[in-house]
């Protein structure tokens, strides 16, 4: 652990009663919460401010859909969370029906504080969108989204609303002010190093430090070590680094949940930075060799966790990546992902890492992300020319697949997966398509444990003195999360750290 000595000496530069790493939804939702209960409050966010037509800060909550997740009885809400920790085989001891339990209680708290901001939204009605509606206490969760308001919707006007919130208490925000190390002194964290303008600056934090800088998605080392595949690629905030998780590393902290993140299919080129996620979809996803292995109409949380099996026998990762193939009907429908990738920026305002996907494909089947043939058999062999693909793929494979696949769709039944009736459509019109998938996620879920206080804890569950921590960063959830889950955690865990953040004395 790294203790300074300089105590007496140290020189802070800037002070507050609470200092809040990072500005995004639980930064926001602690920062406010502070303030209102009477303490001064500090942001730092490592990236720039917006200007007034590049979007620069682009924290996930701010990128999100913009779905969140409330509870309308907390009983019920944790049964269902209880169900959801059984399937993913996670110990439901003491410890852990306390998280559920506050998690679950203060989700019914989400929808009173949102009024509070001045947040309109729209419900999307009793189980729809949740990922496993059919588990026990489905019924008592609620999946919203911000009411759009002109070009505002989704993440962005979710965002807009906390921020004029920040914005009206007079709280300051430290734009491009990475922390770098938490102060630790006397057995306690008392403030944060961080560099502002270049220089190194130390921020004093009288009564306690709020780490909220997000997860790891865009930190190499730490995903190949810490997730369940590799690679796995991100859409999302690039200067989410795992930073909070070696700062709190640095004191001491215990770590939690750093294999688990909401995942799915993603497609990524060579040309971006970042992945576009794949709707589950009334097409065909198959592995390497051409053969389906999962329902397509897939839990937009969880699927993930289908394409990760290596095969030991065969020493091949058959489903990374993965295709998905589709036929001229469905190209005809529309843009194969969301049209507006990043923070879909009201106005047509856009930051660096924009890409606007065109409505009929046509500009990114000239780049070559999406492959065509007039037969299926060619597509197979074209696929198979692909490297990622190491030659496994063969036009008898594929076409069998689709053959099979048709007939279901006749037939209006699926028995090798499950896929509703409704969805299946077969294929029935060249030329024909594919795009390869990846293992990819929005937002990672691991980092330093915390107790339902959000207090960050040391491997024997003491908590770190002074230090907590809220949102993505260390997230309360497990390997299963439902949809919403991500920014109802967030409000959540940012007013318990915020709430229990002031009560500590200030020190010195
Ligand atoms: C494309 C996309 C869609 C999503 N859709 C949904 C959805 O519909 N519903 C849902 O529930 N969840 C969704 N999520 C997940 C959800 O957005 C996150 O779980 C949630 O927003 C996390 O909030 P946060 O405040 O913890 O992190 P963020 O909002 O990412 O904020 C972290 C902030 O910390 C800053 N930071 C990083 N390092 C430092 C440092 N060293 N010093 C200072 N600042 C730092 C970052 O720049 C950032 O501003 C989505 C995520 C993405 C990317």
New binding site residues.
């Given amino acids: 652990m790294i203790e300074s000595t300089m105590s007496a000496s140290r020189h802070w530069d800037q002070e507050a009663d609470v200092v809040v790493?990072?500005?995004?939804?639980?930064?926001?939702a602690v920062a406010i919460t502070a303030h209102d209960e009477g303490s001064t409050v500090l942001i730092?966010?490592?990236?720039p401010a917006d200007t007034p037509t590049i979007t620069r800060?682009?924290?996930?909550?701010?990128?999100?859909?913009?779905?969140?997740?409330s509870a309308t009885d907390e009983t019920g809400a944790a049964s269902h969370f209880e169900a959801m920790a059984k399937l993913a085989h996670e110990t439901l001891d003491e410890e852990r029906k306390e998280v559920i339990r506050v998690l679950a209680h203060n989700l019914n708290e989400n929808e009173p504080w949102m009024r509070k901001l001045g947040m309109e939204w729209v419900d999307s009605g009793p189980l729809v969108e949740l990922d496993y509606p059919e588990l026990p206490g489905s019924e008592f969760l609620i999946v919203h989204h911000a009411k759009p308001s002109g070009a505002w919707r989704?993440?962005p006007a979710i965002f807009k609303k906390l921020t004029e919130n920040v914005v009206q208490r007079g709280i300051t925000v430290c734009w491009e002010?990475?922390?770098?190390k938490l102060i630790y002194e006397a057995g306690e964290v008392r403030g944060v190093l961080?560099v502002n303008a270049g220089k190194q600056i130390s921020i004093k934090a009288r009564k306690a430090v709020v780490l909220?800088?997000?997860?790891f998605?865009f930190n190499p080392w730490m995903k190949e070590n810490y997730l369940r595949a590799a690679p796995v690629y991100?859409?999302?905030?690039r200067?989410?680094?795992g930073?909070?998780i070696t700062?709190a590393l640095q004191v001491g902290a215990a770590l939690w949940h750093m294999n688990c993140t909401?995942w799915r299919a993603v497609l990524k080129t060579e040309d971006l930075a970042f992945a576009f996620?794949q709707e589950p979809a009334s097409d065909v996803i198959v592995d390497k060799r051409g053969s389906r292995f999962a329902n397509e109409k897939y839990r937009g949380h969880a699927f993930g966790y289908d394409l990760i099996g290596f095969n030991s026998g065969t020493l091949k990762y058959p489903q990374i990546p993965c295709y998905w193939i589709f036929d001229n009907q469905r190209i005809k429908i529309g843009a194969l992902a969301e049209i507006y990738a990043?923070c879909n920026p009201p106005g047509g305002v856009s930051g660096p890492d924009f890409y606007e996907w065109s409505k009929d494909n046509e500009a990114e089947l000239d780049k070559g992300w999406i492959l065509k043939a007039n037969t299926l058999g060619e597509l197979a062999r074209i696929i198979a020319n692909d490297p990622d693909n190491e030659g496994m793929m063969t036009s008898e494979v594929l076409e069998e697949t689709v053959n099979k696949y048709n007939q279901y769709c006749r037939t209006g039944n699926d028995p090798e997966f499950g896929r509703p009736k409704d969805t299946l459509v077969p294929f029935s019109e060249a030329p024909f398509y594919a795009v390869k998938l990846w293992p990819g996620s929005?937002?990672t879920q691991g980092g330093p444990k915390r107790n339902t206080k959000c207090q960050v804890l040391r491997p024997d569950n003491s908590p770190i003195p002074r230090l907590y921590s809220?949102?993505?960063?260390g997230?309360f959830w497990g390997m299963l999360t439902e949809?919403?889950?991500?920014?109802?955690?967030?409000f959540v865990s940012?007013r318990i750290a915020g709430a229990n953040s002031v009560l500590e004395s200030r020190w010195g």
């Avoid at 790493?21 to 926001?28: C, I, L, R």
């Avoid at 682009?58 to 779905?67: E, L, Q």
């Avoid at 909220?212 to 997860?215: A, S």
């Avoid at 809220?470 to 960063?473: F, Q, V």
Wanted: hydrophobic letters at 30%; glycine letters at 24%; aromatic letters at 4%.
């Fill in positions: 790493v990072g500005y995004g939804g639980a930064g926001a730092l966010e490592k990236l800060h682009t924290p996930n909550t701010r990128m999100s859909a913009g779905a969140w997740i989704g993440g002010t990475p922390a770098l961080c909220t800088c997000g997860g998605e991100f859409r999302g905030n200067a989410n680094t930073d909070g700062m909401s996620p990043h929005t937002s809220a949102g993505e960063l997230s949809n919403g889950a991500g920014l109802g955690e967030a940012g």
